[in-house]
């Protein structure tokens, strides 16, 4: 217990400290650009038109909404990092886990996998209601709107106008980007760690720490566009301007949203904060500031 209630409190300070980052990740995946790009060098010092980065867009949401307005959402967040973290750590205890040998072996790593990757959905299917209230607080910016104002009016706000579907919203796609980013990373982590390693080389373990965290790089960034189409969808046709055209069509199902950003080029929008590059084929009006 008192391992779970260290877990909480450490995974509540991080969510407050990367709040910001998430709430301006957020607002850019659903294609809310109210700054005009700026005239910058990319990577290999070529002069390029850039939309403006992750300091740029804060100092916009404080300008409109102060230092609070960079926390819009944390309510709901906070209770589904809780919440997970309880339902993650009871799924596993119920699972029950073997004893990781020096050397584990295939089977070992997929049996490991298979019950962490039970206890992740179940955490993730319990909180998804709060994940989509978090994202639904934070696209209100885009359109001032006060919809979603509190966890529990959000709830019925949810549940009066999309009944329980509404809260599962974006959770196929989300599942699956899960599913599919834990399988990458831990047995890619697995070859790498069994046949690319030497147990003989000096400071084996900090290598093979820093091979896991390579692959978890590596998977995260295979399977983003999962993450961006599921947050798309969870804010989608809810009654919100940013679920709504320009920013994002109204769309039956994920695999349409899949279908129309694969055809736009836009499959990795939002996935970096810095250098960020003007859409392929769009002109920006500075006079509207709004993609067109």
């Avoid at 390029?48 to 309510?75: C, N, T, W």
């Amino acid at each position: 217990m008192a391992e779970v209630c260290g877990q909480v409190l450490l995974g509540s300070g991080l969510t407050v400290l990367s709040h910001p980052l998430m709430y301006i990740k957020v607002l850019i995946q659903v294609g809310h650009e109210p700054l005009p790009p700026t005239l910058g060098r990319n990577l290999f010092g070529r002069q390029v038109y850039q939309l403006p980065g992750l300091f740029a867009y804060a100092k916009h949401i404080i300008r409109i909404d102060g230092r609070a307005g960079l926390f819009k959402g944390l309510g709901p967040r906070l209770c589904a990092g809780t919440i997970g973290t309880v339902v993650h750590s009871k799924v596993v205890q119920i699972l029950g886990g073997q004893q990781k040998d020096k050397e584990s072996s295939l089977q070992q790593v997929v049996n490991e996998t298979t019950r962490e990757m039970i206890a992740r959905s179940c955490a993730t299917i319990v909180t998804h209601p709060f994940h989509v209230i978090t994202l639904r607080c934070m696209v209100q910016f885009i359109g001032r709107e006060t919809k979603y104002s509190g966890v529990f009016d959000s709830i019925i706000t949810v549940y009066r106008e999309e009944g329980i579907l509404g809260f599962f919203a974006g959770l196929i796609p989300r599942l699956l980007g899960d599913v599919l980013s834990l399988w990458i990373c831990d047995l890619l982590a697995h070859l790498i760690n069994t046949y690319a390693i030497d147990d003989s080389m000096s400071h084996t373990g900090e290598i093979k720490n820093c091979s896991s965290a390579m692959t978890g790089f590596f998977a995260s960034m295979l399977t983003y566009p999962f993450v961006l189409v599921s947050n798309i969808m969870a804010v989608n046709n809810c009654g919100l301007a940013g679920g709504l055209t320009p920013y994002a069509s109204v769309y039956p199902t994920w695999v349409d949203c899949w279908k129309h950003l694969s055809r736009e080029g836009n499959m990795s929008r939002g996935n970096s904060l810095f250098f960020r590059k003007l859409p392929a084929g769009k002109t920006y009006a500075v006079d509207q500031k709004r993609f067109f």
